[in-house]
């Protein structure tokens, strides 16, 4: 039971283009939502992160928009560059346990 | 940013032998957790631990796993016996409060059986 979905599992983009990366899940307890970039032989890094009570985060190029309802979210980067090109996951947290719960990633690569 | 320590970043041993991998959380952090990640793929949760204890742990966390952090020194992961399938990168994390959500991880820990 795969509780946080992310898509596209792999994405492209030009330099200079706006990369989307979509995340849902499932388990209504969830209420604070990180995106985690990973760049290969290294650790996750926190990016940038939302708690439910919000519907909008941005932080420089990188902005999450946030759906309750739905239960979905996207992390939008602008501008892209090919310093970008990683492995983002988006994760979820809930109630007084602060485990995370990481979807599958989405690889992304900026072409110059 | 704060930073979380592990070693060794790589081991090689032979499937049945016992592993230990070290972590250093973050000085002020109350909250420690492994996760494991095959391939670059997803991090799978497999325990975290507070006060000394075990909070909560995966079905990943096998009965030859098991944590510990005597005394404030690294917080430890042990495999005794290691399996094929035990191959992957284990990462740490620590996270200040139970709530904040925010966990930092470290460079991970590459392990292979053979």
């Known amino acids: 039971q795969q509780q946080v979905r992310q898509s596209p599992q792999s994405l492209t983009v030009w330099e200079g283009e706006t990369a989307i990366l979509n995340c849902s899940y499932e388990?209504?307890?969830?209420?604070?939502f990180p995106w985690y970039q990973q760049f290969p032989g290294e650790g996750p890094a926190l990016l940038i992160a939302?708690?439910?009570?919000?519907d909008k985060k941005e932080d420089g190029r990188f902005t999450i928009f946030f759906n309750k309802r739905e239960k979905k979210l996207s992390l939008h980067i602008t501008d892209s560059q090919p310093g970008d090109s990683a492995t983002y996951f988006c994760a979820a947290s809930g109630g007084s346990n602060a485990k995370l719960t990481f979807g599958k990633g989405t690889k992304l690569s900026v072409k110059s | 940013g704060p930073k979380v320590l592990q070693i060794p970043s790589h081991q090689i041993i032979d499937m049945g032998q016992m592993v230990t991998l070290n972590c250093d959380p973050v000085?002020?952090?109350?909250?420690f957790y492994w996760y494991k990640q095959i391939l670059g793929q997803q991090m799978e949760f497999l325990v975290n631990?507070?006060?000394?204890?075990?909070?909560?742990k995966s079905k990943l966390f096998k009965d030859q796993f098991s944590v510990e952090r005597p005394d404030g020194s690294y917080f430890t992961l042990k495999i005794q016996p290691t399996a094929l399938e035990d191959s992957a990168v284990y990462f740490c994390?620590?996270?200040?409060?139970?709530?904040?959500?925010?966990?930092?991880f470290g460079e991970g820990s590459k392990l292979t059986v053979l």
């Open positions: 939302i708690r439910s009570v919000s």
């Open positions: 631990f507070y006060n000394g204890k075990v909070m909560e």
């Open positions: 000085s002020n952090h109350l909250y």
């Open positions: 388990n209504s307890a969830f209420d604070y």
């Open positions: 994390a620590s996270s200040f409060g139970d709530n904040t959500g925010q966990l930092y």
